[in-house]
């Protein structure tokens, strides 16, 4: 048999350890084509290799990633590194880092990366790496990466980037109008918004704040010229950005708002109509009327007005305003009505008052006077004649009229006149013979006179005009001639007398020297005939 030789050879993926098997016993069994059989031993031992050490956590797979939080305090441990020797059973191995950030200190037969640095996410890089390197006690290592990210804690408040923030804003803005903007930031969201929620601190009746855009927005009608805004016009609230709905972070800051006063208000003037009455003498430069108006509008420049006349009926020359932007009416123009120049003239005059904003829109108000121009009682009422002579015969009966005085005044217009018989036409148990129509003037007899009693009356006749304040009189003189009726018959006496005569009585011979006596009102005695109208002879 020739000889044979063999190879014993190591297998692709043999998986030999020292540390786990030193030695391999290798039964080998030979057999010819005849049959025959024959085997050997053959033993292997496997010679000691220092190995480098072997990681027992995930860097054996390749990069560990950790999330760490920020803000946690120095020493805290990142990752503890877990590592063998597989030469030796007392795994006397050390660990070292490549970073500052970060030391590693034993734990047993572990390495534990400990933070050198409370982190700031804010502040550091969000993400660093750590190369760990793991020797055993001849030199051979291992290193692996640990790359750490830093969590960001919610740990800043939200900061706005005005310090104090004033807003002016007109008044009467329309609601939900924007008259401005906050915006803060926060610095745990790399300086962005989109997080923050804005609202107002305190309850406000006049603003509110758009939660996500900080816009300030109009809420209320404000009014500059009433209620709290027309003593104090600065309007100052507190807004406040938060980063959590619920237990966040908050910020606030103080918002002042100015209100500004626009020309809103026309001019009001109060009454809108005066009826007024002046004298005829009124003089020139006299003051007849201020119109009073006011503008609620409170800042000066919007509660200023101009005022302008504006003539009516005739008006023209008479009244004019007391100066520029007066709105009082002075007496420019003659009023008294005897001057021949106003003798057609009206007396009620209609002028409007124009009250006009001197800022825009220049809204108006109209104040309309009425002034009536009284007549006035300047002169003596006269009568035509100085004095009246009137004859009436005496059989005139009640209510005769006897004749008419006239008096006239020169006031204008021509005022009524009264009059009254002050003096005269007392007779015969009557208080007055005479009557006189208060209107006309006609004197009228209210008794029959008698011619016999009174011949002639001397009457005082007056005549006073209408001023209720300082009655203006006249008076003149009226003479009333009685003339005479014979209405009267002679009286005589004695009414009866007894005569005795001598039959032998001469013709012409006075009978006891009777004379008989007779009177006539009506008539002198030389004016009397004498006759027997009957008679006869007594025989005795």
């Given at each position: 048999?020739?000889?044979?030789?063999?190879?014993?050879?190591?297998?692709?993926?043999?998986?030999?350890?020292?540390?786990?098997?030193?030695?391999?016993?290798?039964?080998?069994?030979?057999?010819?084509?005849?049959?025959?059989?024959?085997?050997?031993?053959?033993?292997?031992?496997?010679?000691?290799?220092?190995?480098?050490?072997?990681?027992?956590?995930?860097l054996a797979n390749g990069a560990v990633y950790i999330d760490f939080p920020e803000n946690s305090a120095v020493g805290t441990m990142i990752y503890e590194v877990q590592a063998t020797d597989p030469d030796k059973d007392d795994d006397v191995l050390t660990y070292s880092v490549n970073s500052s950030l970060v030391i590693v200190n034993r734990s047993g037969k572990n390495?534990?990366?400990?933070?050198?640095?409370?982190?700031?996410?804010?502040?550091?890089?969000?993400?660093?790496?750590?190369?760990?390197?793991?020797?055993?006690?001849t030199g051979n290592s291992i290193t692996g990466i640990i790359v750490v990210n830093l969590i960001n804690i919610n740990d800043n408040w939200p900061v706005f980037k005005q310090n104090k923030t004033i807003f002016d804003v007109l008044e009467e803005k329309p609601l939900n109008s924007v008259i401005g903007k906050v915006t803060a930031y926060d610095p745990d969201e790399?300086?962005?918004?989109?997080?923050?929620?804005?609202?107002?601190?305190?309850?406000?009746?006049?603003?509110?704040?758009?939660?996500?855009?900080?816009?300030?927005?109009?809420?209320?009608?404000?009014?500059?010229?009433?209620?709290?805004?027309?003593?104090?016009?600065?309007?100052?609230?507190?807004?406040?950005?938060?980063?959590?709905?619920?237990?966040?972070?908050?910020?606030?800051?103080?918002?002042?708002?100015?209100?500004?006063?626009?020309?809103?208000?026309?001019?009001?003037?109060?009454?809108?109509?005066?009826?007024?009455?002046?004298?005829?003498?009124?003089?020139?430069?006299?003051?007849?009327?201020?119109?009073?108006?006011?503008?609620?509008?409170?800042?000066?420049?919007?509660?200023?007005?101009?005022?302008?006349?504006?003539?009516?009926?005739?008006?023209?020359?008479?009244?004019?305003?007391?100066?520029?932007?007066?709105?009082?009416?002075?007496?420019?123009?003659?009023?008294?009505?005897?001057?021949?120049?106003?003798?057609?003239?009206?007396?009620?005059?209609?002028?409007?008052?124009?009250?006009?904003?001197?800022?825009?829109?220049?809204?108006?108000?109209?104040?309309?006077?009425?002034?009536?121009?009284?007549?006035?009682?300047?002169?003596?009422?006269?009568?035509?004649?100085?004095?009246?002579?009137?004859?009436?015969?005496?059989?005139?009966?009640?209510?005769?009229?006897?004749?008419?005085?006239?008096?006239?005044?020169?006031?204008?217009?021509?005022?009524?006149?009264?009059?009254?018989?002050?003096?005269?036409?007392?007779?015969?148990?009557?208080?007055?013979?005479?009557?006189?129509?208060?209107?006309?003037?006609?004197?009228?007899?209210?008794?029959?006179?008698?011619?016999?009693?009174?011949?002639?009356?001397?009457?005082?006749?007056?005549?006073?005009?209408?001023?209720?304040?300082?009655?203006?009189?006249?008076?003149?003189?009226?003479?009333?001639?009685?003339?005479?009726?014979?209405?009267?018959?002679?009286?005589?006496?004695?009414?009866?007398?007894?005569?005795?005569?001598?039959?032998?009585?001469?013709?012409?011979?006075?009978?006891?020297?009777?004379?008989?006596?007779?009177?006539?009102?009506?008539?002198?005695?030389?004016?009397?005939?004498?006759?027997?109208?009957?008679?006869?002879?007594?025989?005795?």
């Amino acid at each position: 048999m020739r000889g044979l030789q063999l190879e014993v050879t190591v297998s692709q993926n043999p998986g030999l350890d020292y540390e786990t098997q030193s030695t391999y016993n290798l039964l080998i069994f030979v057999k010819d084509n005849k049959g025959n059989t024959d085997f050997q031993t053959l033993t292997v031992l496997l010679v000691d290799v220092n190995e480098p050490p072997r990681f027992l956590d995930n860097l054996a797979n390749g990069a560990v990633y950790i999330d760490f939080p920020e803000n946690s305090a120095v020493g805290t441990m990142i990752y503890e590194v877990q590592a063998t020797d597989p030469d030796k059973d007392d795994d006397v191995l050390t660990y070292s880092v490549n970073s500052s950030l970060v030391i590693v200190n034993r734990s047993g037969k572990n390495g534990a990366i400990l933070a050198t640095k409370s982190f700031d996410y804010e502040k550091d890089q969000h993400s660093f790496s750590v190369i760990v390197t793991v020797k055993d006690a001849t030199g051979n290592s291992i290193t692996g990466i640990i790359v750490v990210n830093l969590i960001n804690i919610n740990d800043n408040w939200p900061v706005f980037k005005q310090n104090k923030t004033i807003f002016d804003v007109l008044e009467e803005k329309p609601l939900n109008s924007v008259i401005g903007k906050v915006t803060a930031y926060d610095p745990d969201e790399d300086g962005t918004a989109v997080s923050l929620i804005y609202f107002m601190s305190t309850p406000n009746q006049y603003f509110t704040i758009n939660s996500v855009t900080g816009e300030l927005i109009v809420s209320a009608i404000i009014d500059r010229d009433n209620g709290p805004f027309r003593n104090a016009p600065t309007h100052e609230f507190e807004v406040a950005a938060k980063d959590h709905p619920f237990q966040g972070h908050t910020a606030s800051m103080i918002i002042i708002v100015n209100i500004i006063d626009v020309n809103d208000n026309q001019p009001f003037c109060f009454p809108h109509m005066h009826s007024i009455q002046i004298p005829e003498t009124t003089e020139k430069g006299t003051t007849i009327v201020t119109i009073s108006c006011k503008d609620n509008d409170v800042e000066l420049a919007n509660n200023q007005f101009t005022a302008s006349l504006q003539p009516g009926l005739a008006a023209g020359g008479k009244f004019a305003l007391n100066g520029k932007n007066s709105t009082t009416i002075v007496v420019t123009g003659d009023l008294d009505f005897e001057a021949v120049s106003n003798l057609e003239d009206y007396k009620i005059y209609m002028m409007s008052v124009v009250v006009t904003d001197i800022t825009p829109p220049h809204y108006q108000d109209t104040v309309t006077v009425y002034i009536t121009v009284t007549a006035v009682s300047e002169f003596q009422p006269s009568f035509v004649q100085v004095s009246y002579t009137f004859n009436v015969p005496e059989f005139s009966g009640i209510g005769t009229k006897i004749g008419q005085v006239f008096a006239e005044d020169e006031d204008f217009p021509s005022p009524e006149l009264t009059y009254s018989l002050v003096a005269g036409g007392n007779t015969l148990g009557y208080n007055q013979l005479f009557w006189i129509n208060p209107t006309s003037g006609e004197i009228h007899l209210v008794a029959q006179p008698d011619y016999e009693a009174t011949a002639q009356y001397l009457l005082t006749v007056q005549a006073v005009d209408l001023d209720s304040d300082v009655p203006k009189a006249a008076t003149t003189t009226v003479t009333v001639n009685i003339l005479p009726t014979n209405d009267e018959p002679p009286a005589c006496q004695p009414k009866f007398y007894s005569l005795a005569i001598l039959d032998d009585t001469a013709v012409g011979t006075n009978v006891q020297d009777f004379q008989l006596s007779c009177t006539d009102r009506d008539s002198p005695p030389q004016s009397f005939r004498y006759f027997i109208a009957s008679g006869c002879c007594l025989t005795c």
